[in-house]
T-cell receptor, first 110, second 112 residues
């Protein structure tokens, strides 16, 4: 079946540093791709999405581009803040359901 | 709209007992999903409903697990004869067709 692979964490950065969290996927078709974020003590929230190749999803300064040739959807942010500390999940759709990666913990230090 | 609501937030039970969790989706969301999340892992799909019909169950789902969505509104997830390996966070999500899925805060189950 389809699957998602994320870089392992934790990722520890200083405030204002550049962030990249790698995500690659395996899929038989052309899924939509998502990044979800889970802040401490809260449920998962959709951060951004892309529905077809070369689409760029963006929200709150985060960006990710759907790369079919490399089957990737890496998450980037130019300048992280302490408030960005959370667990980030890459996901894809397969037959009406979401398939998630294992998550990457991001810790931003002041 | 208050979002997806899950109850209880926490449940501690003894091994062998039955437990039931409830999920109230966002009104008019016709699709409802159950996921399980263990520490350090991403959410794992369990089952989903479109309206009141249960359309898919994970092959990993033991027959001790059952879910219902009477009248296509709230849903319950029951685990019979709980085992320590059932300890996890159980997440519910709802959506309208292929639109964004909204997640509840989850029910954390601890089996002792």
């Amino acid at each position: 079946g389809d699957s998602v692979t994320q870089m392992e964490g934790p990722v520890t950065l200083s405030e204002e540093a550049f962030l990249t969290i790698n995500c690659t996927y395996t899929a038989t078709g052309y899924p939509s791709l998502f990044w979800y974020v889970q802040y401490p003590g809260e449920g998962l929230q959709l951060l951004l999405k892309a529905t077809k190749a070369d689409d760029k999803g963006s929200n709150k300064g985060f960006e990710a581009t759907y790369r079919k040739e490399t089957t990737s959807f890496h998450l980037e942010k130019g300048s992280v803040q302490v408030s960005d500390s959370a667990v980030y999940f890459c996901a894809l759709t397969e037959a009406n359901k979401l398939i998630f990666g294992t998550g990457t913990l991001l810790a931003v230090q002041p | 709209d208050t979002g997806v609501s899950q109850n209880p937030r926490h449940k501690i039970t003894k091994r062998g007992q039955n437990v039931t969790f409830r999920c109230d989706p966002i009104s008019e969301h016709n699709r409802l999903y159950w996921y399980r999340q263990t520490l350090g892992q991403g959410p794992e799909f369990l089952t989903y409903f479109q309206n009141e019909a249960q359309l898919e169950k994970s092959r990993l789902l033991s027959d001790r697990f059952s879910a219902e969505r009477p009248k296509g509104s709230f849903s319950t997830l029951e685990i019979q004869r709980t085992e320590q390996g059932d300890s996890a966070m159980y997440l519910c999500a709802s959506r309208v067709l292929e639109a964004e899925a909204f997640f509840g805060q989850g029910t954390r189950l601890t089996v002792v």
